[in-house]
């Protein structure tokens, strides 16, 4: 069983394991890129590489050592520090170490027995995921060390602390799956609790679980024993809304892909799967029939709303109790005949090797009002079963119809998985009171009124017809056409929509008002009160002329438009040669402000131009 | 708890930070006084820092020229290329890394001269750039000689009579390339302008293309009336188009136009005087080169290409003869 096991879980997880490596590899490779830069900014321009990288006909025409000196002027300022190089230089190695030993083993699955302690299992299974949490914070590190965004201050201890509870949920997936298995035959008492329990901590472990018998026999006192014993194992998504779940058979030919789907969910997941059976290859598809073993797939994935996530599409027959499937029997003439009827659990059993002693044939002496089908008899009150024998059909050794009566503990389990079976489809959303009760009422209303409002316009029609109102009788037939045809005619309003469409405007190319102007005008810059010097900074193109100029005198702003820094800064000389070269003519000299200075009228003559 | 996702832990963590003009720059620009260079560097990086874009989200490609060092005094990614090859080298990037924010810089000559042939193509392949030609209507770096936005009569190293030909009107030749999606004109005499055209190229998804009209205070600087408010232009105004601050409006007046029609686009863009300022054509409906090919690559059969590539190239196997 193990190596079926192993196999399974190989196959489904192949593909994610190829995606693992990728996402190693890639942030690998990214801080691989930072040392290599960082190793050039370091070594790159050094004598003997420059040399090099000139080769021997280029070195005897450049001098490498000059090149060398020119070319490593700005190294200093672009190397990291080495606290940084050492800290991305230890990811390298780290991720570097665990693709390594991938590459020689690759990751796998790990697989525990269901008979395990729950305790040991649980610590198991968080031990791994924890192994795979410490990879992937070196991947979450290597990606912020690209953006250069990673601060010991701040996320030292993040990481630090960085375990597989903090993983997204790509990452859960891609982590080899942790199997817990086992089998009905070896189930010990206290296995349903353990089930619970492993579950419970929302750890994302999957349980495979194998099913090869599917009835039980009576107990002593004749009291019903359900299949899976007391608890109802298919309806676990009603306890655990974020648990995975698929109940099929092994035969199924999607079996393969849906695990390779389930198993690699980031959440917990539970697989019951019925085994194969050499000796009836019909068996499973007639559990599935019998809803002995119904098709479950539960995704809480899927949807937001728990409905659409739980699919029993695969189910024959799913709006029906029972799916109807045909008999072959010969008459006593030897002529070839069919019977349509429902299959039922009890159906089922009675083909089952070890269950054959829990059916008689009907008594001859049983009136056939007595006799009842055991699928109709299931759905009737106790006080209408009483004094009927259920009974059900079947061919004996000669391929005759014959019917059966099953023994009340295959009569008690077939009515306990209509119930469980009904009970799906209702939290399916297929089948339920609720909705089969408004659906009627909500056919009915709809029916009472279409009815009134057709004959309402009938009469109208008739009445403007008789008045002779052309207009208005077309208006009714179209009102009545549009009711009939299921349209709501007060929606279409045809002469409003014509009218919209005839007035839309049509763009115009026209000079804007000269209000525009004058609000301009009152946005632009005042003139500050003072003689001073002083700019239109806003409308500064930031050129550099001015600052080149005085770098006292003018200055940039935090958004790199030229400003008055100090008036006081130098000379009236150089605000006036800043106004005369400035790219934008918005700098205005004002008076000067040192009296003693030389050539003054000169430069107060050019200044005019400016003020 | 709640549990963040590797993406979304990146995002907070390395995401949303607050910028300084001063994360944006590099080196020193080398740039002469006076040039209109300084003007655009500026308002790219006031850009990136109003958005609070990490510097490592952007990617800057120039060709040669003065205008091509752009990259090397913007803090961020950059690719210095060659002369008129910068969007051949951008569509590159842009295939290749579509998570950046790609800026192509080029100068008059890099992208209507030596370039106009990828200039051409890259307009209608459409991938996502924000592309910026910053015209000085002369060759700055190689110090005056005439480009294709010379115009006629000017005197340069190349012309010593005078450019022989009425300069090239960009922008009528741009508004014929099918699949055009963005095209802007603005001046860096006019910094808020050029500020809101950069902001609204930098939305488009598509090749959003920038003219921008500047002055080479070394070479030619009686260009452009000297930049004054002399210079005639007039501001373009139309919904959804770049806004025209307040401020403004004593440089030029403004007309209404719908940017949505090419008709009217190729109207505006004829008028050289007064020179039309703003969005002059916009269609956010032309599908980008980069997602017409990804959607291609989904349905690519890899294994079945290179099986029949390795078939192709096996019929030129030279084989050993024996005996
Ligand atoms: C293939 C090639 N041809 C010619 C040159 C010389 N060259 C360098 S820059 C330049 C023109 C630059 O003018 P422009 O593109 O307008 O940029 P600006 O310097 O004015 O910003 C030329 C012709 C070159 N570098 N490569
Ligand atoms: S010279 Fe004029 S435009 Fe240039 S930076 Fe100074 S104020 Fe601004």
Not at chain 1, 321 to 342: F, H, M, Q, S, V
Not at chain 2, 165 to 181: A, C, D, E, F, R
Request: one cysteine or more; a neutral charge; glycine letters at 6%.
């Amino acid at each position: 069983m193990e190596n079926e096991i192993t196999k399974i879980v190989e196959d489904s997880w192949q593909k994610k394991r190829l995606s693992l490596m990728e996402e190693i590899d890639r942030a690998a490779r990214a801080v691989e890129n930072i040392l290599t830069l960082e190793n050039y900014h370091r070594e790159g321009h050094k004598v003997e590489t420059v040399g090099q990288s000139l080769g021997e006909f280029g070195s005897h025409a450049l001098d490498p050592n000059a090149l060398a000196t020119l070319l490593s002027q700005g190294d200093e300022k672009r190397r990291m520090s080495a606290e940084r190089l050492e800290r991305i230089q230890k990811i390298y190695r780290e991720l570097d170490q665990i693709r390594q030993g991938y590459r020689q083993t690759p990751p796998q699955g790990k697989i525990v027995s269901i008979e395990e302690e729950t305790q040991k299992i649980l610590r198991r299974s968080e031990e791994h995921l924890n192994s795979m949490a410490r990879l992937f914070g070196l991947i979450r590190m290597a990606h912020m060390e690209v953006k250069a965004k990673y601060h010991t201050e701040e996320h030292d201890a993040y990481f630090s602390r960085f375990n597989w509870r903090q993983m997204d949920d790509t990452e859960v997936s891609l982590c080899p799956p942790f199997i817990v298995w086992g089998e009905t035959q070896k189930t010990s008492e206290s296995f349903y609790s353990k089930f619970l329990a492993l579950l419970s901590e929302g750890v994302p472990l999957k349980i495979l679980f194998f099913f090869s018998e599917l009835s039980k026999r009576a107990s002593a006192e004749g009291r019903l024993i359900p299949l899976h014993g007391s608890v109802n194992l298919e309806l676990l998504p009603l306890t655990f809304r974020k648990i995975y779940l698929l109940q099929t058979a092994s035969v199924n030919s999607n079996l393969k892909e849906q695990l390779a789907k389930g198993l690699s969910v980031p959440r917990p997941g539970v697989f019951f799967i019925l085994k194969k059976d050499e000796t009836l290859l019909s068996r499973s598809e007639e559990a599935l029939a019998s809803r002995a073993f119904p098709y479950i797939a539960y995704n809480p994935e899927a949807s937001t709303d728990f409905v659409s996530c739980l699919d029993l599409s695969a189910n024959p027959d799913v709006h029906r109790l029972w799916p109807k499937t045909a008999l072959n029997y010969l008459t006593g003439e030897g002529k070839a005949e069919t019977l349509e009827r429902d299959f039922t659990y009890a159906d089922f059993a009675s083909r089952e090797k070890g269950l054959k002693d829990q059916f008689t044939p009907l008594p001859s002496n049983i009136s056939e009002e007595k006799a009842v089908v055991l699928s109709e008899y299931l759905t009737r009150t106790p006080a209408e079963r009483t004094g009927k024998v259920p009974f059900i059909y079947a061919v004996d050794e000669k391929k005759h119809l014959i019917q059966l009566v099953p023994s009340p503990s295959i009569i008690a389990q077939t009515a306990d998985r209509m119930h469980l079976w009904q009970s799906l489809r209702e939290v399916a959303g297929i089948d339920n009171p609720h909705l089969r009760a408004l659906e009627h009422k909500l056919k009915t209303q709809l029916t009472e009124d279409k009815e009134k409002t057709v004959n309402q316009l009938k009469a109208e029609m008739e009445a403007r017809l008789k008045a002779g109102e052309k207009q208005a009788v077309y208006e009714a037939m179209k009102n009545l056409a549009v009711r009939l045809m299921g349209l709501e005619g007060a929606k279409i309003d045809i002469k409003s929509f014509v009218s919209h469409a005839l007035s839309a405007k049509v763009p115009t190319m026209a000079r804007s008002q000269a209000s525009g102007l004058k609000e301009a005008a009152a946005e632009v810059q005042k003139k500050p009160s003072g003689d001073q010097v002083w700019i239109e900074s806003k409308l500064c193109t930031t050129c550099d002329e001015c600052i080149t100029i005085n770098k006292k005198i003018f200055g940039y702003n935090k958004d790199k438009k030229a400003v008055v820094l100090d008036p006081k800064g130098g000379p009236f000389r150089d605000i006036v040669k800043a106004a005369e070269k400035c790219s934008a003519k918005i700098i205005h000299p004002g008076r000067p402000l040192d009296p003693k200075e030389k050539d003054l009228d000169k430069w107060v003559k050019r200044a005019e131009k400016f003020q | 708890m709640t549990v963040l996702s590797m993406e979304e832990f990146l995002e907070k963590e390395c995401g949303d930070h607050n910028y300084e003009l001063e994360d944006y720059e590099a080196e020193v620009p080398r740039w002469c006084k006076g040039c209109g260079d300084h003007g655009v560097l500026t308002s790219v990086q006031k850009l990136l820092r109003d958005r609070k874009i990490n510097p490592e989200d952007v990617i800057c490609v120039s060709g040669i020229g003065c205008s091509s060092r752009f990259p090397h005094y913007l803090k961020t990614y950059g690719f210095h290329g060659i002369h008129g090859r910068a969007l051949t080298l951008s569509e590159g990037v842009a295939l290749a890394r579509p998570d950046l924010h790609l800026l192509t810089v080029m100068g008059d000559g890099d992208c209507f001269s030596i370039g106009g042939n990828h200039w051409i193509h890259a307009l209608r392949y459409n991938f996502n750039a924000t592309v910026i030609v910053l015209d000085n209507e002369i060759y700055g770096l190689t110090k005056k000689q005439a480009s294709p936005t010379t115009r006629q009569g000017v005197v340069t190293n190349t012309t010593p009579k005078g450019a022989y030909l009425k300069s090239l009107n960009p922008l009528t030749l741009m508004l014929g390339v099918t699949n055009i999606s963005f095209l802007a004109q603005t001046a860096t005499w006019l910094p808020g302008h050029l500020d809101n055209t950069l902001n609204k190229a930098w939305d488009h998804k598509g090749l959003s293309f920038v003219r921008i009209l500047q002055r080479c205070p070394a070479y030619l600087s009686s260009s452009f009336e000297a930049t004054g408010p002399d210079f005639p232009a007039v501001f373009l105004e139309g919904e959804g188009g770049i806004a025209v601050d307040k401020g403004m409006l004593q440089k030029a007046s403004v007309i209404q136009h719908d940017h949505h029609n090419l008709l009217e686009a190729q109207k505006v863009a004829l008028t050289e005087t007064p020179s039309p300022m703003g969005l002059i054509y916009y269609d956010p409906n032309v599908p980008t080169y980069g997602d017409i090919r990804r959607r291609r690559i989904k349905t690519l059969d890899r294994p079945g290409l290179i099986a029949g590539l390795n078939a192709e190239l096996d019929k030129y196997t030279v084989k050993q003869q024996h005996g």
